[in-house]
């Protein structure tokens, strides 16, 4: 996991070199907390893909807009009615439907991608906050996509390692240490170039938008990983999966139909 988070910085780092700076104060902290944030959400959904079907993990942290729709009066100040909360009591009905509490297939399994959206709610929660800060302490706009993502990277690696470290003694294999294979190295390269890519991307568009608004076009992602897991894995999502993924998906679209409306009243 560290590799990939550390070959975002260096995909990035001729982009950002000349426009390099310490980060001080509020800023600093916030660029700490977004990539703790990253990189916590990353260890448990890496995990939560090892002992659960791809598509199942995503549809459990696919609450994540309706965590972000909660946190957001908390965390940024942004106004949410009560119509939007009803949307999230509803979605995680759904969720709840997914996971099946108690339920042999999953079990505590399921909150592995539920721990993993609340973490990357939180980044999502900060990023929008960095992106205020900056435009309070930095001249064009505040802090760029690209040097958010490449301290995201930098700091994500070196919080990633000290935990590697730290965890040693515990033998927990998700900490054990390795050398990657030859295939290995290329698929790390490929997937810190596009999490790079996209993450870049994700945190532009937080620059510019309300969390609430953005965060249920991430469905889409959804059905990607469905459509993947059955062509790559075979992993064909189960009824209740489907139906409690539908009340999550139709949650997140209302959610984001009253956001549109409340902004042009």
């Known amino acids: ?139 064009g706009g505040g802090v760029s996509a690209l040097t958010m993502q490449f301290y995201s990277g930098l700091f994500g690696s070196l919080i990633m390692l000290t935990s590697i470290i730290l965890m040693q003694p515990f033998d927990i294999p998700m900490f054990a240490i390795s050398v990657p294979e030859p295939w290995q190295w290329r698929q790390l390269v490929l997937v810190g170039f596009l999490a790079a890519v996209g993450h870049m991307v994700v945190t532009s568009a937080f620059k510019y938008a309300d969390a609430s608004i953005l965060a249920p076009f991430q469905y889409i992602e959804l059905i990607s990983a469905a459509l993947l897991g059955w062509w790559l894995f075979n992993d064909i999502p189960s009824t209740s999966t489907w139906i409690g993924t539908s009340i999550l998906v139709a949650s997140g679209l209302y959610i984001f139909h009253r956001e549109r409306a409340s902004d042009n009243h």
């Not at 977004?34 to 791809?54: D, G, L, N």
């Open 1 to 139: 996991m560290i590799f990939h988070i550390h070959f975002q910085s260096l995909f990035l780092l001729p982009f950002v070199w000349k426009s390099l700076y310490l980060p001080k104060g509020a800023e600093l902290r916030l660029h700490f907390m977004r990539s703790f944030s990253i990189a916590f959400s990353t260890v448990c959904f890496f995990t939560a893909i090892q002992v659960m079907p791809i598509a199942d993990a995503l549809a459990i942290f696919f609450v994540m807009p309706l965590i972000v729709t909660l946190l957001a009066p908390w965390v940024l100040g942004e106004s949410v009615g009560w119509r939007r909360l009803v949307a999230v009591a509803v979605g995680l009905v759904g969720a709840v439907i997914i996971i099946q509490p108690g339920h042999a297939l999953f079990g505590a399994r399921a909150l592995l991608p539920l721990v993993t959206a609340i973490g990357f709610s939180f980044y999502l929660m900060f990023t929008r906050k960095l992106a205020r800060v900056g435009s309070e302490t930095h001249e």
